[in-house]
Structures are given as C-alpha cells and as structure tokens.
C-alpha cells in the first residue's frame, strides 16, 4: 500500500484519529465518512477524512 492512498479517518465528535484507511483518489473525489466505533465516546460515530 502506497502512502499517497492512505487517509486518517477522525470521530466527528471527539476529533480523534481512530482508524486510516486508503482509497483511489482518481476515482473517489469526495472525503469519505464512515460510521465506526470510536472508542473514546463508547459510541458508532460518523468518522469523516482529515487533513494529513
């Protein structure tokens, strides 16, 4: 995996990086959000793309 795809993925709540993921960044333009666990609010969170 090449570190140009990587992406940090932040809880929207508590602003903590939770998990990376990658994506093609030819194909998918937008910033992704996904709802994932986030272990500091003990609650599924919509995590969205940060900045690197």
């Known amino acids: 995996m090449s570190q140009d795809r990587l992406i940090r993925l932040q809880c929207a709540k508590c602003k903590r990086i939770n998990y ?5 960044k030819k194909l998918v333009v937008r910033k992704i959000e996904l709802k994932k666990f986030c272990k500091w609010c003990k609650v599924q969170q919509v995590h969205k793309e940060a900045k690197k």
Do not use: F, I, L, R
């Open 20 to 24: 990376w993921s990658s994506k093609n």
